[in-house]
């Protein structure tokens, strides 16, 4: 079941999307603040949520954990409560994040054929623990981004849905699993500045994709420079500067085929390529058909 929602309440408001599975909920939230203050958060369901920031900066106390956190940008985590009692202090005027909350049966099924990250956790949650996955937050990687647009967009319908959704609620688990059993000493970005500049550097590519800036623009535009913009960019997102870039073209050129009117050629230079001809040619290389066939074809309709 899916619904959407729109809350108004004292500091601003929220607009929400939630889908209903069997033993697991998905919901996406954007929050416009009015202003900065703190709020609170309390409800008395026991769950593990995958949990990842998608835009903003915030602080929370999470009661249940005896912890603060501090975070900005994209980043996620994997948390297990029977109850939440949450304090939120906002630091920008919007935050927008994404989650799923699996029930503790299911969580456990899934997590004790796990890595060693997740059977240490289902070990507490069968424990009735309060627990996280890891005290440090990680970033989105791209693999995770594209994940979460792929349920954002999905295009099945009724049985279908559900089963792409639970699937793929799946795959986000595995792959934080991943994410986290990496060993977190051989990093090249240690700083949070440097990481914020990184966070910069991809929601300016984000917001540029007809027209993004070259390395060396990229490096003045947010004062890193460009060996560590490199390094530290396939380090955080898993990806190249212009990896991200091609991916993040080849999947909005997929959800405008397949979720608009528009034309093959509109969508060519919708999305920075220089010529129809150029667009096709990427995308067939990357999808296997060319773009005008791929609305009618049975094997992609997401």
């Given at each position: 079941m ?5 809350l108004?309440?004292?500091n ?7 889908w209903?599975?069997?033993?697991i909920?998905?919901?996406?939230s ?7 203050e ?9 769950s593990?949520?995958?949990h990842?920031?998608l835009?903003?900066?915030?602080d929370?106390?999470f009661?249940?954990l005896?912890s ?7 980043h ?12 939120v ?10 989650g ?10 899934i ?5 060693d ?12 623990k309060?627990a ?6 990680k ?8 994940v979460?647009?792929e349920?954002l967009?999905c295009?099945?319908?009724?049985e279908?849905k559900?089963l792409?959704?639970?699937s ?13 059993e990496?060993?977190?000493q ?7 500045l ?8 991809k929601e ?5 994709i007809?027209?993004?800036?070259t390395i060396?623009q ?8 460009e ?24 999947s ?9 009117d ?5 969508i ?5 390529y220089?010529?129809p ?14 773009p005008d066939?791929i609305?009618?074809?049975p094997?992609?309709t997401t």
């Open positions: 899916e619904k959407d929602n729109y108004t309440f004292e601003g408001n929220i607009t929400s999307k939630k209903e599975l069997d033993r909920s998905i919901s996406h954007i929050i416009d603040y009015n202003s900065f703190a709020h609170t958060s309390k409800n008395d369901s026991e593990v949520r995958l990842f920031g835009s903003g900066n915030y929370f106390n009661k249940q005896k603060s956190f501090k975070l900005t940008g994209h996620n985590n994997i948390i297990y409560s029977d109850g939440l009692d949450i304090e202090f906002n630091k920008s005027k919007r935050i927008e994040t994404f799923i909350n699996f029930t503790t049966e299911t969580f456990i099924n997590a004790q054929n796990g890595n990250s997740l059977k240490k956790l289902a070990e507490k949650v069968i424990n009735k309060n996280i996955l890891s005290n440090e937050w970033p989105n990687n791209f693999k995770i981004h594209q979460i647009n349920i967009y295009q099945f319908t009724d279908l559900d792409f959704l639970l793929k609620s799946i795959e986000l688990l595995v792959l934080q699993a991943e994410l986290y990496s060993n977190s051989s990093r090249f970005i240690k700083s949070n440097d990481k914020q500049k990184l966070f910069e550097a300016i590519l984000v917001k540029k007809d027209n993004p800036p060396s990229l490096s003045i535009l947010v004062n890193l420079n060996y560590k913009l490199k390094k530290g960019f396939k380090e955080m997102f898993g990806t190249t500067v212009f990896g991200y870039i091609h991916s993040n073209r080849m909005l050129a997929k959800r405008l085929l397949l979720g608009t528009m034309s093959a050629k509109e060519a230079y919708e999305t920075g220089s010529s001809q150029h667009f096709s040619k990427a995308f067939k290389k990357e999808f296997g058909n060319t066939s609305r009618n074809h094997d992609y």
